[in-house]
């Protein structure tokens, strides 16, 4: 190949319009290198259409007749210049009204364009015929030479090159364009779940408050049955007195009134009161452990316990409650632990513990009675085993310990909330967990974490 057509050819090569993804562009390039590199007055590039029947000019530069009507190529009309295309790599035809590829061409389309050669280049794109570059010649005798037919073949190679850069340009748009679509389609459906999870949230809130208002409710009418009971017997207690009172104002104004049957009012009378005297107590203790269930907020201080001296101390004031039942009280628990915590509130934990193994766990005096409160120090906050040695508790007592109101002992004056304060003052207030093992005839354990507070 001359130097002439080389540097064309490197000029397109290098041009950025080829790989620019702008066939439009890179076409008119490409037949402009023509037009120049081989001396001629008309070229054109020519795609298939769909069907592979026909093909149509995508681009044509005619310097001689620029308006010149641009026929369409069919198959059926064309079959041996289709069949050279698809088979020839180059279709080399000096004269192309005798050539048998070109000879179809003769009349329709040589004739009215006055060309005499062809110098026709398949186009190809990933292996397959897409069209053509056709060099045409109005000159009677030219004859292609190797080094045109060669740059020819090359430029038709360049235009596959800048066929696939289109390619890549378009698919590049069509994938911006479905990552668009498809960030508004996350962007659609995050919002909806966001929306589906506020209305989950909002409907979990109503059923923490239904559940609460359950339990409070629950809590009310076990109080007011509870209550109930001490102030009936009050009542009944205050009516019997007044029936009797009566009785002894009208003996007394009618002056049959005797000394035993004084006697015997006084008597009544005393009995009467007892009763309504123990029965109103234990109306105001159930009204009192009642307000201390809802954990008064405000009723403890938070501080840092010294936990080895404060336990200590708190045994020694409950060392009257257990003494009748000979129960011994140990503690074990590091000298330098400090807890954070509402310390009121921890005095009552213990408090209930020890009052109800003194209750439920001893039945009789016995010098082996032992109560055990071990105090471990963890990471956030002290662990808290409180254990006894007594009678222990079957599974179904244990199922229902922290129930406001569960009390195997009412007969004796047990109202139930002893431990439900207990589980509301360990998990609410003082932020912890408690849990519970016990064995029928081997003794009980509570065990709970208190965590440190924060201010
Ligand atoms: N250390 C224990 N050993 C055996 N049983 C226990 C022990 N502690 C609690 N119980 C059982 O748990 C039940 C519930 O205890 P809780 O303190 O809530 O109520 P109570 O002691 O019966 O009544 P009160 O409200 O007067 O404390 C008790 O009735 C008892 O059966
Ligand atoms: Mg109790």
Same mark, same amino acid.
């Given at each position: 190949? #001359?130097?002439?057509?080389?540097?064309?050819?490197?000029?397109?090569?290098?041009?950025?319009?080829?790989?620019?993804?702008?066939?439009?562009?890179?076409? !008119?390039?490409?037949?402009?290198?023509?037009?120049?590199?081989?001396?001629?007055?008309?070229?054109?590039?020519?795609? &298939?259409?769909?069907?592979? /029947?026909?093909?149509?000019?995508?681009?044509?530069?005619d310097e001689k007749s620029p308006n010149a009507e641009v026929p369409v190529l069919y198959k059926n009309q064309l079959?041996?210049?289709? /069949?050279?295309?698809?088979?020839?790599?180059?279709?080399?035809? #000096?004269?192309?009204?005798?050539?048998?590829?070109?000879?179809?061409?003769?009349?329709?389309? &040589?004739?009215?364009?006055?060309?005499?050669? &062809? =110098?026709?280049?398949?186009?190809?794109?990933?292996?397959e015929m897409i069209g053509v570059m056709c060099s045409e010649s109005r000159r009677e005798n030219r004859i292609w030479t190797p080094a045109e037919v060669a740059f020819v073949g090359m430029l038709a190679d360049i235009y596959g090159r800048a066929v696939s850069?289109? !390619?890549?340009?378009? %698919?590049?748009?069509? &994938?911006i364009q479905q990552n668009e679509q498809l960030e508004s389609m996350v962007e659609e459906r995050t919002q909806s779940l966001t929306k589906a999870l506020d209305n989950f949230k909002q409907a979990q809130e109503r059923l923490i408050e239904t559940e609460k208002m359950a339990a409070l409710g629950k809590l009310v009418a076990g109080v007011a049955h509870e209550v109930n009971t001490p102030l009936g017997v009050s009542v009944t207690a205050v009516t019997h007195c007044e029936h009797r009172l009566?009785?002894?104002?009208?003996? %007394?104004?009618?002056?049959?009134?005797?000394?035993?049957?004084? /006697?015997?009012? @006084?008597?009544?009378?005393? !009995?009467?009161?007892? =009763?309504?005297?123990?029965?109103?107590?234990?109306?105001?203790?159930?009204i009192q452990n009642f307000k201390k269930t809802a954990v008064d907020q405000s009723s403890f201080e938070l501080v840092k316990c010294q936990l080895n001296d404060y336990l200590h101390a708190l045994v020694l004031s409950l060392n009257p409650m257990v003494k009748k039942k000979k129960v011994t009280i140990t503690i074990h628990?590091?000298?330098?632990?400090?807890?954070?915590?509402? /310390?009121?509130a921890l005095a009552q934990i213990v408090?209930?513990?020890?009052?109800?193994? #003194?209750?439920?766990?001893?039945?009789?005096?016995?010098? #082996?009675?032992?109560?055990? @409160? @071990?105090?471990?120090?963890?990471?956030?906050?002290?662990?808290?085993? %409180?254990?006894?040695n007594g009678k222990g508790m079957d599974s179904e007592t244990i199922k229902d310990i922290f129930e406001p109101f569960f009390t195997t002992s009412r007969q004796t004056g047990g109202s139930g909330l002893g431990l439900s304060i207990v589980y509301n003052l360990v998990t609410r207030k003082l932020k912890g967990q408690i849990s519970v093992q016990s064995t029928p005839g081997e003794g009980t354990e509570f065990s709970f974490f208190l965590p440190n507070l924060p201010k």
């Open positions: 190949m #001359n130097d002439a057509l080389e540097n064309i050819l490197l000029d397109v090569s290098k041009s950025p319009d080829i790989d620019g993804g702008d066939l439009e562009k890179a076409s !008119e390039l490409i037949l402009a290198s023509a037009l120049k590199g081989l001396d001629i007055t008309r070229v054109s590039i020519w795609l &298939l259409q769909s069907d592979k /029947q026909a093909m149509r000019a995508a681009k044509l530069i079959p041996s210049y289709f /069949q050279a295309l698809e088979s020839e790599r180059t279709i080399i035809a #000096n004269d192309a009204r005798c050539h048998p590829a070109t000879i179809e061409l003769t009349n329709g389309y &040589l004739e009215e364009t006055g060309v005499y050669g &062809l =110098l026709d280049v398949p186009l190809r794109h990933k292996g850069a289109a !390619e890549r340009e378009r %698919f590049e748009a069509l &994938l009566k009785k002894l104002n009208q003996s %007394f104004t009618d002056g049959s009134i005797s000394r035993k049957h004084l /006697q015997t009012f @006084i008597d009544n009378t005393f !009995e009467a009161y007892q =009763l309504l005297s123990s029965n109103l107590e234990r109306a105001a203790t159930l628990c590091n000298e330098d632990i400090v807890l954070k915590t509402y /310390q009121g408090t209930n513990l020890v009052s109800n193994t #003194n209750d439920h766990a001893f039945a009789e005096p016995d010098e #082996n009675h032992q109560i055990e @409160i @071990i105090a471990t120090e963890e990471d956030s906050g002290v662990r808290f085993s %409180f254990r006894d």
